[in-house]
């Protein structure tokens, strides 16, 4: 059988039929009767010339042949959807998708954002600030996932390793170990609790001590509002050195003492269907050369050394 003669409307109703195991439910699906569905797949019977199912009261059961055929349709089928989906969104120039916590939208993304927008004005950059992982196989997407991966079906690269620090308000006026009796220690809710994120524990014991030589906790099911509460004094936190690195350099907020911890990965991750997208390209272009930027500051301010006020 060669291409001009492929019976693509039989086709395609056999595989409704063969995945709903039922003629009403696959013509539900593409909006015409159950009868019209008979009829295509009896076409496609005959053109072949085996059965394809096997006709019950109610009931439509696949025949050896059918089960054969199916898989080969329903990918065939499922890989049309997605090339397709990829040609739009790639016609719906100028969109991306850029996928993080709401802790990093505002903490990182916001105060970069002029930036961004100075060098790439013709791009529509949408920010999903959500702890909920997005479906990057959907449209032209990006996400800075925190973690160690993998991610199954995605290209991920590495932006950054990421530290922990006791961090407080200079208001507070923490001289050493044994002050942290006399303020809240402050505690946020991770989205997900498995990924092995520092702990005031480990720190804790990082110092030779334990929880118990902590003060009374606050705590707060969002990082953010954790940050704007040791920024006000309210009390001590452990926080990533990534978000607060511009209320460091404000002077805000401080690293009094204590070890540094390290984090998990910053990953800029995409699905590999997207790949070769050129505003997405844009964009991801603009995260590795803002991290990296980051980096190096670092880099130099380690290099300086500490200042002496």
């Known amino acids: 059988m060669n291409r001009r003669t492929l019976p693509l409307s039989q086709l395609r109703a056999f595989e409704a039929a063969a995945r709903h195991r039922s003629f009403k439910q696959a013509a539900e699906e593409l909006a015409v009767t159950p ?4 009829h295509q797949v009896r076409e496609l019977e005959a053109l072949l010339g085996v059965a394809l199912f096997e006709r019950r009261i109610r009931q ?3 025949t050896a042949a059918a089960e054969h055929l199916f898989p080969v349709l329903r990918r065939g089928f499922d890989s049309f959807a997605e090339t397709l989906e990829a040609l739009r969104e790639q016609g719906n120039s100028g969109s991306v998708t850029l996928s993080c916590t709401p802790a990093f939208a505002s903490q990182w993304l916001l105060p970069r954002l002029a930036d961004f ?3 790439h004005p013709d791009i529509d950059l949408r920010i999903n600030a959500s702890e909920a992982p997005l479906d990057l196989s959907r449209s032209a997407s990006l996400a800075i996932r925190y973690g160690m991966g993998p991610y199954l079906g995605h290209e991920a690269e590495v932006l950054a390793e990421d530290t ?3 961090v407080a308000s200079p208001r507070l006026a923490l001289a050493g170990y044994g002050d942290l009796q006399t303020v809240r220690h402050i505690v946020f809710d991770w989205y997900s609790s498995s990924l092995g994120l520092p702990s005031w524990q480990h720190w804790c014991q990082a110092v030779g001590g334990t929880t118990a030589d902590l003060g009374a906790s606050l705590t707060f099911s969002d990082e953010s509002h954790a940050i704007q509460a040791a920024i006000a004094g309210q009390g001590v936190a452990l926080l990533s050195l990534t ?3 511009a209320e460091l350099e404000r002077g805000v907020l401080q690293v009094p003492f204590g070890p540094r911890l390290p984090g998990l990965r910053y990953q800029l ?3 590999r269907r997207f790949a070769g997208h050129a505003e997405l390209e844009q964009v991801a272009a603009w995260l590795r050369g803002a991290f990296a930027g980051m980096a190096s500051e670092q880099s130099d301010a380690a290099k300086r050394g500490p200042a002496h006020h």
């Open 35 to 38: 009868a019209a569905i008979s």
């Open 60 to 62: 439509v059961v696949p």
């Open 117 to 119: 927008n100075a060098r």
């Open 164 to 166: 922990f620090a006791l």
């Open 243 to 245: 978000l607060v690195k």
């Open 269 to 271: 991750v995409r699905h």
